[in-house]
């Protein structure tokens, strides 16, 4: 049985593709958007009509590899990843992250794993290497599979609000570079606030914020998830904001650094391993990785990830799972940042 085939064969599958349908069918969702994460963090995919819901949820739909590399070109003028002979990509969604769009109730939205071609004369079907999503999920379950433990992770993401010119460029941040000042928070409540009604409406738990040290630099934090959510709600936090920046007039902006001379935007992130619903102590931990001193620290400097790795010994497999982990959760979350 070929990924693909496994995936559309998932226990319990079957019933959420139904449910799906009764959702659409109750919430009047005309139209979906399959979407997935490309290796730069953009959110591609397609827009199908609702009621091909139940096929598309079997078959899939397909796109051209390329797309998971935005479809760019190289400085040669090739495409990066995948030349223009090369068949299509597989897209099948998880049911599980279907969800109504609140701006625009006949819309919904699926992420989606990415598989090769079924006529592909080389491992047809198999798991695509350049599906940065599927990767997480395939990592942590592998994970989940020979140790028995999840990992958990909370993000905390700073954006900018700036103004938008005449000409529809960027012209500096709505408020002040003045840091955890509430009337600079106060300032961009409306558009806060509304992020906020969005997020809730679409499952996110936003636990605090604050006004940052940067021009019309904000932090929204949601509650910490199992790893693959956290991104995936990640992923609609971005949505999100690009909506509401379109409903008030700006442009919401996740670069690292749109500003010389002040603070940089960036995102930390927090994570642990749980076991039975408890989180896994540091000293068990020790044990699982045969007590190999693994330190991982992750600089988060101009979407650049650099992980440290302190070791007394070489790392056996059992430490490179969870490197691997860990490094798909921070690259997928960086890369959207």
């Known amino acids: 049985m070929t ?6 064969n998932e226990p319990g599958r079957d019933k959420l593709v139904k449910d799906v349908k009764a959702k659409i069918d109750a919430l009047g969702v005309t139209y979906v958007y399959y979407q997935f994460v490309s290796v730069t963090g953009r959110i591609v995919g397609k827009g199908i009509p609702a009621r091909h819901w139940e096929r598309l949820a079997e078959k899939g739909f397909q796109l051209v590899y390329g797309s998971t590399a935005n479809l760019f070109i190289d400085r040669h003028g090739d495409y990066i990843g995948y ?4 068949s299509e990509l597989v897209g099948l969604p998880d049911p599980d992250t279907f969800c109504q769009l609140p701006w625009d109730k006949r819309v919904a939205r699926v992420f989606c794993r990415l598989y090769r071609n079924r006529e592909e004369r080389e491992n ?12 997480l ?17 909370g993000t905390e993401p700073e954006m900018m609000w700036l103004k938008r010119g005449d000409d529809g ?4 941040g709505v408020t002040k570079p003045n840091c955890y000042h509430i009337d600079q928070f106060e300032e961009l409540r409306p558009v806060f606030m509304k992020v906020i009604e969005y997020s809730e409406q679409m499952g996110l738990d936003i636990i605090q914020g604050d006004h940052e040290d940067a021009p019309g630099q904000l932090e929204l934090n949601t509650q910490f998830d199992d790893v693959l959510r956290n991104a995936d709600r990640l992923t609609t936090y971005r949505q999100i904001c690009a909506q509401v ?8 902006c996740f670069m690292s650094k749109p500003f010389m001379g002040v603070s940089a935007s960036g995102c930390h992130h927090n994570m642990s391993l749980w076991k039975g619903g408890k989180e896994y102590s540091i000293q068990k931990l020790l044990l699982v990785m045969e007590n190999f001193q693994v ?7 101009k979407r650049v990830v650099k992980i440290h790795l302190c070791r007394t010994l070489l790392l056996t497999k059992r430490c490179r799972v969870l490197l691997d982990l860990t490094r798909s959760a921070v690259l997928l979350s960086t890369y959207q940042h």
């Open 3 to 8: 990924d693909l085939e496994q995936h559309v």
């Open 245 to 252: 920046a379109r409903e008030f007039g700006l442009i919401a």
């Open 169 to 172: 460029n960027p012209n500096g």
């Open 124 to 135: 047809a079907g198999a798991a695509l290497t350049s599906d940065c999503r599927g990767n």
């Open 295 to 301: 330190c991982l620290v992750a600089l988060l400097t």
């Open 83 to 86: 030349g223009p002979e090369a």
């Open 137 to 153: 999920y395939r990592q942590h379950k592998e994970f989940q599979d020979q140790y028995g433990l999840d990992m958990r992770c």
